[in-house]
């Protein structure tokens, strides 16, 4: 009986191992389609991903400026002491005065996206409430105490510097606004972090301030002016939707410089209404692009508008940027104006130091973009 027993036992165990070898086989199968599905279901998903953050839908896109990784001055990082030593600099310096306070409740309106600027009911506009005034008896960018102060003429040739893609870099900004007076201009990125803190210390140490608007540009993929720019794609009303959004940014500004944007540019049909918008907002336009037409629609929307002669750090090499400088003094000696781009990058800033300290020498005021723009003909 035992021995019948085993044997049984035998044989059952032999068949379940048959059984198993047999199914093996199917599983090994099963289990290959079920790896290959799930390999190709994570394949999808990271398709799907790649797509969502070029389309600038997952990760907001950055425009190529904010690329540029800002040279950092040599030594210590910048700190709160150092910022506020500058501010009290400025505080004894009357051509340094910070300007008035913005937002002015009078010249604001609610938006979807916040507060946006406007002309008040009285009549008053943030291109005039917003810039940085002009006394021609003040000093350009020097302290009283400081030896060889010569007054600003409303005769000489006059030069405005913008910083553009301000704030994209926040150590590289605050280092331009410590080294830099306070006739030079800054032009806000809309994509900075902490933009509105950033720009209302620009303004408090003097500054007057532009906004950049992202627009097409010829090549997308080379230059990439972010996910709320101004397409030529887009219709009248989704672009100004995106206009909103970019004012709604920050407050104090008293212009608006469209940014890349050589597509957007070339098309009055869809430049038209911006332009036009900003006319009615009391704001003004400088083009750093070339485009006779937004000089023709400004004209004809009454928009004041001034057109950059040279950007100063095209190449970024010392030899170059001083020859910009250079050629920035003869255009203006020849036109009475001239005013240059540059980027908060410590080689240019640097040189730019330098260089505005022998301007006055030379019989050329260095004055805000604002008083060029507002007042070709006579000083403001």
Known sequence: MNVEAAGSLDSN??????????????????????????????VLILIGLSVLIFQGR??????????????????????????ENNRSQIANDPAADPLTLAPDPRLIEQSRFGII???????????????????????????????????????????????????????????????????ITFAFSPYANNVGSQAADARRDGHEIMLEIPMDSLNPRLQDPGRMALLTELETGQNLERLSWVMSRFSGYFAAIPVMGERFLSQPEKLSPILQDLSDRGLA???????????????????????????????????????????LEKSAKKNGYAVG??????????????????????????????????NQDEPQ
């Open 285 to 327: 336009i400088v083009s750093a692009t070339e485009s006779p037409i937004i000089e023709e629609l400004s004209l004809a929307f009454q928009l004041p508008f001034v057109q950059t002669t040279l950007q100063i750090d095209a190449e970024l090499d010392i030899l170059s940027v001083r020859n910009k400088l250079t050629d």
């Open 117 to 183: 600027p406007k002309i008040s009911s009285e009549g008053l506009k943030p291109r005039e409430m917003y810039s940085r005034p002009m006394v021609w008896s003040q000093i350009a960018g020097q302290s009283p105490s400081q030896t060889n102060i010569k007054p600003l003429q409303p005769a000489n040739p006059k030069i405005g510097i913008i910083i553009t893609g301000a704030g994209l870099g926040y150590l590289a900004t605050v280092e331009a606004l410590i080294a830099l007076p306070a006739n």
């Open 58 to 83: 997952l990760i907001p896109k950055v425009p190529s400026e904010a690329l540029v990784v800002p040279i950092v001055r040599e030594g210590p990082s910048v700190n709160q002491g150092a910022i």
């Open 341 to 374: 781009t540059m980027r908060p990058v410590n080689l240019t800033i640097r040189q730019l130091e330098t260089w505005i300290k022998g301007l006055a020498d030379k019989g050329i005021d260095l004055v805000p973009v604002s008083s060029i723009l507002l």
């Open 13 to 42: 165990n032999m068949q379940k191992e048959q059984l198993v070898s047999d199914q093996s086989p199917d599983k090994r199968r099963r289990s290959k389609s079920l790896i290959s599905v799930v390999t190709v279901v994570l």
